[in-house]
């Protein structure tokens, strides 16, 4: 347990950890998975090289140092973390290897002058009182999901019944339980993990489920991203009838009931969780405005069904804004979706519910805009793996 001397050391590294955070959550990576390769599949390489993953963990570490003695204060943090680690099936046995790395880290990059020995002890049970929050939960989680109708723990092997292209970038994957049994239903917002093995190396990546539940199958919309390995395998290796493994669906964006009225924007390959969001909320009758922007009408997914969708609900409308545009596109907007342009679009009243995802520099814009235009802020939500302050 954290006596009141640690919460003071931890407290006290907080500048330490505001000015060179990231270089220690760097080293701790390093050391980590060059040293434990049992925990390598956890971890997506392509956001260890894009400084994505350092920069998340680093972030972490510092609002959980600065809010040490009232852990409310890091509000969603921690639910962000459990639903990440309960999809790509995060154990109680990975918590101390990812301990005694942090803790060397932090000795090897501080240096023993200011890492101590009674600081390094601080740390340790500062960490084990959050792995122990987290273990809980985490547990819990594996639990209820277990219980659950059409739920199960661990992997679970689903065949793909359908492959379709929906863009110049993005397949959807329909996925059918080999044991024939029922599915867990999830949340419109939520994911699901998979684990694949890929050239003798085991590799867990988060897809969105890009469709409303329906108790007997899931569907994921991927897009080929430049250089990944796993959307590039599920792109051109996979094939109608493969197996591929599940995680059980998890995550906290999701839609809430509400009478509001809701506006979801998407960016890219974002659309794919407003989709059961806009599924669930349609026969609600509440008033929806959909919003989806897209580098040209190519790499659009899902158009045809959104257009088709507005003509038979007049609740919806719908607003699409492309980088490049042709003459026969029929798009409202171009170029990058602007805080004006946003504003003609939003209902009069900015008493709305917003729900937003896409590129990092596409999700600052929309926020920044929808803070200017006074939507309220408890009102809009986002999905964003990384520092907040990126996002400000």
Excluded at 5 to 17: A, D, G, K
Excluded at 121 to 136: E, K, N, S, T, V
Excluded at 230 to 258: E, I, M, N, R, W
Excluded at 261 to 281: K, R, Y
């Amino acid at each position: 347990m954290l006596t009141d001397r640690q919460r003071e050391i931890v407290r006290s590294t907080v500048p330490l950890l505001e000015t060179g955070g990231e270089a220690l959550t760097t080293h701790f990576y390093q050391i980590m998975l060059a040293g434990h390769p049992e925990v390598r599949p956890l971890f997506n390489q392509a956001h260890q090289q894009s400084g994505s993953q350092p920069r998340a963990l680093a972030h972490s570490v510092l609002m959980y140092a600065k809010n040490i003695d009232r852990l409310e204060g890091l509000g969603n943090l921690p639910a962000q973390i459990i639903n990440k680690h309960v999809a790509l099936q995060v154990q109680a046995e990975h918590y101390p290897v990812v301990g005694a790395c942090l803790l060397r880290a932090i000795r090897e990059v501080l240096g023993a002058e200011i890492a101590t020995d009674e600081v390094l002890a601080a740390w340790g049970a500062a960490y084990q009182q959050l792995a122990d929050i987290l273990i809980g939960a985490e547990r819990s989680v594996y639990e209820q999901t277990a219980a659950a109708p059409g739920g199960w723990r661990g992997a679970r092997d689903f065949k793909l019944s359908h492959k379709v292209a929906e863009s110049a970038e993005i397949s959807s994957f329909y996925l059918e339980p080999v044991d024939g049994g029922a599915v867990m239903a999830h949340q419109p917002g939520q994911y699901i993990g998979m684990r694949l093995v890929i050239d003798g190396v085991e590799q867990r990546r988060n897809y969105s489920l890009s469709a409303a539940s329906n108790g007997k199958s899931y569907r994921i919309s991927v897009k080929r991203e430049e250089g990944g390995k796993v959307s590039s395998y599920l792109h051109d290796a996979v094939k109608v009838g493969d197996v591929l493994q599940l995680f059980a669906p998890s995550g906290h964006f999701t839609l809430k009931d509400g009478e509001k009225p809701l506006v979801l924007i998407s960016g890219g390959v974002g659309i794919t969780p407003t989709l059961p969001m806009l599924q669930a909320a349609l026969p609600t009758g509440r008033s929806i405005t959909f919003i989806h922007c897209a580098r040209e009408r190519k790499v659009h997914a899902f158009r045809d069904a959104i257009d088709t969708l507005a003509a038979e609900h007049a609740q919806l409308t719908r607003h699409y804004c492309y980088e490049t545009v042709q003459a026969d596109d029929g798009v409202d907007a171009q170029g990058h979706l602007s805080a004006a342009q946003l504003g003609q679009w939003l209902p009069e009243s900015r008493d709305a519910d917003v729900y937003f995802l896409g590129p990092k520099a596409f999700m600052r814009s929309v926020k920044q805009s929808l803070r200017e235009l006074g939507v309220p802020e408890a009102q809009v939500h986002y999905e964003f793996f990384g520092p907040a302050e990126a996002l400000a």
